[in-house]
Structures are given as structure tokens and as C-alpha cells.
């Protein structure tokens, strides 16, 4: 599969609501993507780099100038590639996880529709639709927050995530748990904002039965999670810490985690994120998909991911209409708390060229 040239193409699409987590409050999300053309198809790869280096040390300017000066010109200059070679030969380059997995992820795109085969095929689902959980951003009170829960369980779904920071974890739970009842599966997620000082305080959310505790603290300190584990009941799931298979198995065999989110982007790619799938389920460690904000692209690659065996959570695979009023593709809806798996070549979809027009911000072409 020759590929022809890469574009890179910004895009800005509001919010329908301000989302706020431990590390900042997202009203708008410019996103990044990649589309390379082949002979014959074209593949599309979203990075999910935020504006700011908040979740993480990327951002989105600093993903498109690596693919620009390093990453698109050494996939370029290497001959056909497969996605399965895109890894190596980006492998020299330090680090841009979420820009090495947007281009792989749209040159994996190609090679399916070129080969009639879905991501889901690919990756190896099992389900042809998943249950989906729904984050939910701290509020600015416990009335606010109930009704937005409330709201996200009557169109149905599954499982709540809460965010939560010192100031905002154990009031807001309770008053979940107390208005939405013992059956509601809910869990909580901090973003690195505790230390182990708090270990006492994150120990007062043991009784009210959370699925798990997300990242609690530093992405770094996996020590940390090791010795918070011991200290509170809650199950210890990892985001941030984790940014490869290696990661995975090592923090599985210290005791850090009980539980693996694991989100493409932050892990370099699907075929990265299918190893740690498969490193979890060896080890009989739970996973499930975590979201970044997808449009539509984003969000069919991470639901045939969530369709693997291993995925025995809900995910974050919200609806479309959870961020978007109007997404870049035809929108995911949910189906009794369910989305449905695509199964057309490649990620079964593509944007909706008028929509996608309105919303773009700015594109380049490169050609090697
Ligand atoms: O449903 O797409 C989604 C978002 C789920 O809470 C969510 N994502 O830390 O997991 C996270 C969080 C996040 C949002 C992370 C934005 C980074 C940026």
C-alpha cells in the first residue's frame, strides 16, 4: 500500500457543556486529524492531544508539528507501509504516543477498507454492541450533579463515572449513591490529583462500593499506587501510569492496579492497546476503554475496541451527543445504554464533508 500524502487537518467543535476534571475545564476541542490517501483508499486517524499539556505532557500543536517534521516524513521515506510496521519505524522518535497513534491509526483505516475488513474484525470483537458508561464532570454543587446524572440515566446508561479532586469526592459520591441507589455501577476518577497523604481520606469512599478508583495519583508514582492499594479497599484502576504493554505487566506485577483503562492515544495505538488487552486478560486484570472526547472516528475505532473479550467494564464510549450536538460523522446514538459495533471496511464510517468543512480550522498537506 503506497501511501500518496498525509493531511493534517485541525478541526474545532463546542462542547454542549463546559467539562471539568481535576485538571481543567474543557468548553471547546480542537482536535487534530490525520487523513492519508493511498492509490486506491483513503484511512482517517484522530488525535486525541488536548490544547494544553494538562492530562498529559502532549498537546495538540506539538503532535501536529512532530508529524510534520519526524513522523509523517520517516513513514513516508519507508517504503508501502502496514500499520503493523508504522510502530517500528516510529520507534526511534521519544514519546508522542497520541500523534504515533493517530497515524497509525489512519493508515490502519486504509489498509482495512483497501482489504474490506472492519477495525472490529481486526482487532478481534466479540460483541457487535457495548455497554457504555458516562463521565461526569465535577459540578459547581451536589444539586447540579444529580440532576446531570439523573439526566445521563434516563437515556440510559450503564455506568457512572464520577470525576473528583480534594474538595469534591466524598460529598458528591454519597449523595450519588444515596439518590441513585446501591445497584448504580459507579466509579470515580481523580486524574493524579491526590497523594498518598490522602490515603485516609480516599479510604472513606470503601463503603460506598465503587467499581474502582481511577489514577488517584501521579502518573509517575506507581510505587505510590502500590502502597495506596494496601490502605484502601476500592479497586486501584490506572490511566495516566500506563503508556505501553510494559507498563502494564509491570504495574500488574508490583500491585499497583486491579483494573487497566486503556485509551489508544495515550498508548501509541490500537495495536498497542490490543497488547495490553492481551497482557491484562493473561494476568486476570479487568480492562475497559476510556474516551478522550472523539468525534465519530475516534469513537468507532475505541467501540470495536471495546468489543474484545477482555473489555468486561463499561467504557467511556459515550454517545456523540454525551460532547457533540452535531458531530463530523453520523452520530453514534445509544441503544438501550448500548452502541453498536461498525462493521464496514476500515472504521465502517467517514465525516460528513459539510460538516466536517464547517468545523475545519485549517488543514496542510504533506507529501514526504
Ligand atoms: O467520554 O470521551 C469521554 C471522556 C471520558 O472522562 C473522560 N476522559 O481522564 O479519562 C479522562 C478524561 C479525559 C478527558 C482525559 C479529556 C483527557 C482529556
Known amino acids: 500500500m503506497k501511501l500518496t500524502g498525509v493531511e493534517l487537518r485541525r478541526i474545532s467543535i463546542p462542547l454542549v457543556a463546559p467539562f471539568r476534571t481535576s485538571f481543567g475545564t474543557q468548553t471547546t476541542r480542537d482536535i487534530l486529524l490525520v487523513r492519508v490517501t493511498t492509490d486506491d483508499a483513503e484511512g482517517w486517524g484522530e488525535c486525541v492531544a488536548m490544547a494544553d499539556p494538562l492530562y498529559s505532557s502532549e498537546y495538540v500543536d506539538a503532535a501536529a508539528d512532530v508529524l510534520r517534521r519526524f513522523l509523517v516524513p520517516a513513514v513516508m521515506a519507508a517504503g508501502p507501509p502496514t500499520a503493523h510496521s508504522v510502530a517500528g519505524i516510529l520507534a526511534p522518535f521519544k514519546g508522542h504516543r497520541m500523534a504515533k497513534a493517530a497515524l497509525e491509526m489512519a493508515v490502519l483505516d486504509a489498509e482495512l477498507r483497501t482489504e474490506g475488513r472492519s477495525f472490529g474484525r481486526e482487532l478481534g470483537a466479540v460483541r457487535d454492541r457495548v455497554p457504555c458508561g458516562v463521565s461526569v464532570g465535577i459540578m459547581d454543587g451536589v444539586p447540579e450533579l444529580?440532576?446531570?446524572?439523573?439526566?445521563?440515566?434516563?437515556?440510559?446508561y450503564v455506568r457512572v463515572k464520577l470525576k473528583i479532586e480534594p474538595g469534591w469526592d466524598l460529598e458528591p459520591v454519597r449523595a450519588v449513591r444515596e439518590r441513585y441507589g446501591d445497584d448504580l455501577l459507579l466509579q470515580v476518577d481523580a486524574n493524579t490529583a491526590y497523594t498518598?497523604?490522602?490515603?485516609?481520606?480516599?479510604?472513606?469512599?470503601?463503603?460506598?462500593?465503587?467499581?474502582?478508583?481511577?489514577?488517584?495519583?501521579?502518573?509517575?508514582?506507581?510505587?505510590?499506587?502500590?502502597?495506596?492499594?494496601?490502605?484502601?479497599?476500592?479497586?486501584?484502576?490506572?490511566?495516566?501510569s500506563i503508556a505501553s504493554a510494559r507498563d502494564a505487566a509491570a504495574a500488574i506485577r508490583l500491585g499497583a492496579c486491579q483494573v487497566v483503562n486503556i485509551k489508544p492515544g495515550r498508548v501509541g495505538g490500537y495495536l498497542e492497546a490490543?497488547?495490553?488487552?492481551?497482557?491484562?486478560?493473561?494476568?486476570?486484570?479487568?480492562?475497559?476503554?476510556?474516551?478522550?472526547?472523539?468525534?465519530?472516528?475516534?469513537?468507532?475505532?475505541?467501540?470495536?475496541?471495546?468489543?474484545?473479550?477482555?473489555?468486561?467494564?463499561?467504557?467511556?464510549?459515550s454517545a456523540s451527543g454525551r460532547y457533540y450536538a452535531s458531530d463530523i460523522t453520523e452520530p453514534f446514538v445509544l441503544d438501550d445504554g448500548h452502541l453498536e459495533v461498525p462493521t464496514g471496511p476500515g472504521l465502517g464510517l467517514v465525516p460528513v464533508p459539510d460538516r466536517l468543512a464547517e468545523v475545519t480550522t485549517a488543514t496542510e498537506w504533506l507529501t514526504g
Do not use: K
Open 146 to 156: 444529580l440532576d446531570a446524572v439523573g439526566g445521563y440515566l434516563a437515556e440510559g
Open 196 to 240: 498518598l497523604a490522602d490515603a485516609r481520606q480516599l479510604a472513606r469512599l470503601d463503603p460506598f462500593d465503587l467499581l474502582l478508583i481511577e489514577q488517584p495519583l501521579d502518573e509517575e508514582d506507581v510505587l505510590g499506587h502500590v502502597e495506596l492499594a494496601r490502605r484502601i479497599r476500592t479497586p486501584i484502576c490506572l490511566d495516566e
Open 274 to 317: 490490543r497488547r495490553i488487552h492481551d497482557v491484562c486478560v493473561a494476568h486476570g486484570i479487568p480492562v475497559w476503554c476510556g474516551g478522550m472526547l472523539e468525534t465519530g472516528l475516534g469513537r468507532a475505532a475505541n467501540v470495536a475496541l471495546a468489543a474484545m473479550p477482555g473489555f468486561t467494564l463499561p467504557g467511556d464510549t
